[in-house]
């Protein structure tokens, strides 16, 4: 029976991935027949999944295949969540760059390529970035240039460099395009002292200098290179894609610390009412929106096997990335979003890329210290707000700021016409979603926190 | 560790320069269709013999680096991997 191919599977002629029932499959087509037998007798297949550098794909049976076209069918390993490259901070990235480079360095070691590099190939899993499509080696033909350098280029070398050079907001670009920034963008973007960096010249600008001078078809069956270069190309990308490393401002942690409005009592009595919440429950996967630097995900990690761990601030989320070691790292994922305009559906047709609230969905969202900077920076009712959350998670927490709350004030700041909210409001809005299962005091603060159960439930 | 077979020889260099001189001494008119993707692999043939020579160099100062290492080291085995 004929499968209706994924939406973002539909380029690469070798194969593609359908859903059977509730699993997720790969169906190889016989054209690809001869790079899957040298991928697998090389060792190649085995050994990059070994080291962690590509998703298991178990092989199974052909009966599974989607259409005749199909010689082999894999089930890839199923992941907890899907991102995508505009939703990561620079850190993150840059290890998806590194492990493409990784992964081209093994292939030409075993006489194979990756025939493309796009960055939506690569997804975090378990905490590290895995390379997730089968059929992107194919064998070195002699002489052939690297056909996915260019991708490469775009994807990762140019927007690390605008993060690193320039500004990590930079890398919304990628929303825009999905192909990667276009060099010619990010050369006449980048300042002119990157000219003066030997990888970033020859990567960026000079490639994008000849690239815009060549036509169309001149270099077709013309350009020819050793295989020596192209291991000299991934050992320079290599290098340039470490040495573009951006480090958020010193003080992150600092600035949140300093920046809490209320005492230590008061966030130690927060911290017990979300850790007792969260571990009555066998919560699967918790959403922090508005996360910060990342400490009640830590706490959460604690209760779930998946916390999605969402802030609009590069170095808040560049800094929690940087800090996760295990077991922490496996569980929690970083991702950069802006709640007040989160992703589109991007892509051919609209639905190559799903909208982030799609994805977001939790069992659990936590919305601590998030309602009333939405009502004031993003301009939006109280109400509008909790129906927010009401699609990000079945049960949440939430946190009652009150307008005279000193965050809340200096947020006001300059602000003579917004949607204020008393406490009486925000429960009636909390009460249109959810039910109210139990209230704490946040210590000795004016703030309270909430625990939602599904509207209408006991719990 | 792997061994570069093959280093930089002045054909190269002699054909990379002619060409890159071609390339950036002709501009296209900028409304024509152009194709990156062809762009980049003469970018890559142009680039090629550089990075070679770059990588090679590297190599073997490595080796140098690491030889000389174990001279003073009584010989004790260098178990640092330079190819990271």
Same mark, same amino acid.
């Given at each position: 029976?004929?499968?209706? =191919?994924? =939406? ?20 190889? !087509? ?261 996360? !910060? ?50 992703? =589109? ?115 | 560790?792997?061994?570069?077979? $093959? ?5 190269? /260099?002699?054909?990379?320069? $002619? %060409?890159?001189?071609?390339? %950036? ?8 269709? /152009? ?11 142009? /680039? ?15 080796? %140098?680096?690491?030889? /000389?290492?174990? %001279? ?13």
């Amino acid at each position: 029976m004929t499968a209706i =191919p994924h =939406p973002s599977s539909f380029r690469d002629p070798a194969g593609f991935l359908y859903n059977r029932g509730d699993r997720l499959l790969r169906q190889v !087509n016989r054209e690809y027949a001869e790079d899957l037998e040298h991928l697998r007798s090389s060792g190649l297949l085995d050994e990059s999944a070994a080291a962690g550098l590509t998703l298991r794909h178990e092989e199974v049976a052909l009966a599974d295949r989607s259409d005749d076209r199909g010689c082999a069918v894999f089930e890839p390993t199923r992941l907890s969540f899907v991102a995508y490259p505009y939703e990561w901070c620079p850190g993150q990235l840059r290890d998806a760059g590194l492990a493409t480079i990784a992964l081209q360095r093994r292939a030409l070691a075993r006489g194979m390529t990756l025939k493309d590099a796009t960055a939506y190939n690569v997804q975090f899993h378990e905490g590290r970035p895995v390379h997730i499509d089968l059929l992107s080696f194919a064998r070195v033909r002699a002489g052939r240039p690297w056909v996915a350098y260019r991708q490469y280029c775009q994807h990762f070398v140019a927007p690390l460099a605008l993060a690193r050079y320039r500004d990590p907001r930079l890398l919304r670009l990628l929303t825009v395009h999905l192909d990667g920034v276009p060099l010619d963008v990010a050369s006449r973007l980048l300042p002119a002292r990157t000219w003066l960096r030997p990888s970033l010249f020859v990567h960026i600008h000079a490639h994008a200098l000849v690239s815009s001078r060549v036509a169309d078809g001149a270099a077709d069956g013309r350009a020819r290179v050793r295989g020596t270069a192209l291991v000299a190309l991934a050992d320079s990308l290599e290098r340039c894609v470490r040495s573009l490393a951006w480090r958020p401002p010193a003080g992150v942690w600092r600035d949140y610390t300093s920046e809490r409005s209320y005492s230590d009592a008061a966030l130690s009595s927060k911290r017990s009412s979300v850790e007792r919440w969260l571990a009555r429950g066998a919560y699967r996967s918790v959403l922090d929106a508005g996360a !910060n630097v990342g400490e009640f995900s830590r706490l959460a990690a604690g209760a779930a096997e998946r916390v999605l761990s969402v802030d609009a601030d590069y170095a808040s989320v560049e800094t929690l990335y940087r800090s996760l070691d295990e077991p922490g790292r496996a569980r929690i994922l970083p991702l950069v979003a802006d709640l007040a305009s989160p992703s =589109p559906a991007l892509g051919w047709n609209g639905s190559e890329r799903e909208p982030l609230l799609e994805r977001l969905r939790s069992d659990v969202v936590l919305a601590l210290a998030l309602v009333h900077h939405l009502v004031l920076t993003a301009g939006a009712p109280v109400e509008a707000v909790v129906a927010l959350l009401a699609r990000l998670g079945t049960e949440a927490v939430v946190e009652y700021v009150p307008m005279d709350d000193p965050q809340a004030r200096r947020l006001l700041r300059n602000r003579d016409s917004y949607h204020a909210y008393d406490r009486s409001r925000f429960e009636a809005a909390l009460r249109t979603r959810y039910s109210i299962a139990e209230v704490a005091p946040v210590g000795d603060s004016s703030r309270v926190l909430y625990r939602l159960a599904p509207a209408g439930s006991a719990a | 560790m792997r061994r570069p077979a $093959a280093t930089l020889r002045g054909p190269d /260099v002699a054909r990379a320069a $002619a %060409l890159a001189f071609a390339l %950036l001494a002709t501009a296209w008119p900028a409304h024509a269709y /152009v194709d990156p993707g062809s762009g980049s692999f003469l970018f890559q043939m142009l /680039v090629a013999g550089m990075l070679s020579l770059a990588f090679t160099v590297r190599h073997y100062w490595t080796q %140098l680096r690491a030889f /000389v290492r174990r %001279l003073f080291s009584n010989g004790a085995p260098d178990d640092r991997d330079p190819t990271p």
